[in-house]
């Protein structure tokens, strides 16, 4: 599993029904021509979201090994900002919203995703689901 740099990167990660929720929010209760930043006051740096999601993984799947093992670190994108961080302040006044899912149960829930939904995973890992963009693509644009 490849890492950019030393895996230092920190993110604010959020779980995708939280950002669903807060973009109905903002169509139900923000203020036209206003701007929202969505966050969930949830940072963490690439290598600890790894390693989190490894010791996960290994006791989903019962491994008999350290999928930690499998991360590799490797050259930093030039100019990869160290940090993005979200001031989501404004929606919560504006707007009453705020992630609803604690983290540890939002990264479960999408692992638990990807692991029932293999079929689409495959397509998606593969390039499979490309060839039905590109002619879905086509189609619409003739």
């Known amino acids: 599993m490849p890492v950019y740099g030393k895996g230092l990167n920190i993110r604010d990660w959020l779980y995708v029904v939280d950002h669903c ?4 929010s903002v169509i139900k209760n923000g203020k036209a021509g206003e701007v929202y930043n969505i966050g969930g006051n949830n940072e963490w ?8 999601i490894c010791k996960i993984m290994d006791k989903k799947m019962n491994w008999d090994f350290d999928s930690s093992s499998l991360i590799t670190f490797v ?9 993005y961080a979200i001031d989501a302040s ?19 829930k999408t692992i638990d995703w990807y692991l029932s939904n293999q079929e689409w995973l ?7 689901y490309k060839l039905y963009y590109d ?5 619409s644009i003739s």
């Open 21 to 24: 929720d807060a973009i109905e």
């Open 135 to 139: 002619k879905f693509y086509q189609q």
């Open 75 to 83: 050259s930093d994108r030039p100019g990869h900002d160290l940090r």
């Open 122 to 128: 495959s397509e998606v890992t593969s390039g499979q």
């Open 45 to 52: 740096a690439n290598i600890d979201i790894v390693n989190h």
């Open 90 to 108: 404004k929606i919560k006044h504006d707007c009453g919203w705020v992630p609803s899912y604690d983290f540890s149960v939002g990264i479960e």
